[in-house]
Each structure stands twice: as C-alpha cells, then as structure tokens.
C-alpha cells in the first residue's frame, strides 16, 4: 500500500487548499481513512478522519471544525481534505492515513496514531 499527498503549497491567510492523497494497494471496502498535521515543534494532531463503521463516521478536531471537509472517492481511491479560511496556525505538513480496521478513526478521540499507512506528508504554509 502506497498513499501519496498532493496539493500542498503556500497561501494567504483566509484562503482555501485542497490536499489530495492517491491510495495505491488499499481497498476501500472496510476501512478508516484520515489526516494528521504536524507543525514544527508541535506534536502530531489528528485532524479528520472518516470511518466505514456504524454506516460512515467522520471526526474533525475542534481547530478545524466548520473549515476543513474531509472526502474520498472510492473509484480514484483518493482521499482530498478542503481547507477554508486558513490561518497561520494550520501552517504543518499534512499526512494522509489509512486502515483496514475501521475502528482506527474514533469519532471523539479522532485518528489513531497506530494507523498501518501513512502517506510522506505535504507541506501547508498560511502566511498572516
């Protein structure tokens, strides 16, 4: 399984970027999928993620609620995650996560940072 982000790149503050991360190997059948970012002297921050359980699930953290959508599309096996009125703070660089066990996406607590595929991280820049 290969995933690959794209989209990345530098972009004002209030401006909108949308990431994309092609799935290679990975079916989509029963699965989570998701992003973390991580900013220079920051911790890992699960972002979003979509899980297949109870129906379909989908978690944002609270710094990106109302902002950020997370999407896929099942026939490109891509992932996208739609990023609005961007600040300085979500400057990071952006990695896109996948599993075969759905339950890897919580819907309180987010993406599991064990997620068996990572992708090789996008940089977000947002200058003030």
């Known amino acids: 399984v290969q995933l690959a982000e794209s989209g990345g790149g530098l972009v004002q503050s209030g401006g909108s970027l949308r990431l994309s991360c092609k799935a290679s190997?990975?079916?989509?059948?029963?699965?989570?999928i998701g992003w973390f970012r991580q900013a220079p002297g920051k911790e890992r921050e699960g972002v979003s993620c979509?899980?297949?359980?109870?129906?379909?699930?989908?978690y944002y953290a609270d710094s990106v609620k109302g902002r950020f959508t997370i999407s896929h599309d099942n026939v490109e096996n891509t992932l996208y995650l739609q990023m609005s009125s961007l600040k300085p703070e979500d400057s990071a660089v952006y990695f896109c996560v996948a599993d075969h066990y759905s339950g890897s996406c919580d819907t309180r607590k987010g993406p599991y940072y064990g997620m068996n595929y990572w992708g090789g991280g996008a940089l977000v820049t947002v200058s003030s």
């Open positions: 979509f899980s297949t359980s109870g129906g379909g699930t989908t």
């Open positions: 190997g990975f079916t989509f059948d029963d699965y989570a």
